[in-house]
């Protein structure tokens, strides 16, 4: 499996608050969501005006498409008339790591806690005496 990872620097040059700057990447966040399927999300330079760093991660079960994805998104964004794009920064690595077994959660008790296992022998032996006065 590969993991494609973008980071896009976006300029709202017209942009004079957090709020019109804000409208402006919730239009591209939706043109994305619509067009690709890919959330995108800004990760940087929020509390800059007219500057906005976007970041997406995508895979796939090969290099090449995950790279394809990130260069749709990047047209996808470039034609955004709001925003100029500015900078791309994108790679694709392979993720091989091993699968590792994970906890049955019973829901009657929670999330996988010793309660549900029928029996009381996860209770501390302190807890199982009562004293008597």
């Known amino acids: 499996m590969y993991v494609g990872i973008a980071r896009l ?6 942009s004079h608050s957090l709020k019109e700057k804000r409208m ?14 890919i959330a995108i999300n800004e990760v ?4 800059s005006w007219q500057r ?9 079960a090969d290099r090449a498409k995950a790279l394809e994805l990130l260069d749709d998104l990047i047209r996808v964004v470039g034609s955004a008339s709001d925003g100029q794009l ?24 929670g999330a996988g806690d010793k309660a549900g296992a029928g029996g009381d022998d996860w209770v501390p ?6 004293d008597e006065e």
Request: aromatic residues 4%; negative net charge.
């Open 86 to 109: 500015v900078a791309v920064a994108k790679d694709a690595w392979t993720f091989d790591a091993p699968s590792a077994a994970v906890a049955a959660v019973d829901d009657r008790t």
């Open 52 to 60: 906005a760093e976007l970041g997406v991660a995508v895979t796939s």
């Open 9 to 14: 620097t976006i300029v709202v040059a017209h």
């Open 24 to 37: 402006v990447l919730r239009r591209i966040r939706d043109r994305v969501r619509e067009r690709l399927g």
């Open 44 to 47: 940087g330079d929020q509390d």
């Open 125 to 130: 032996e302190a807890w199982k005496t009562v």
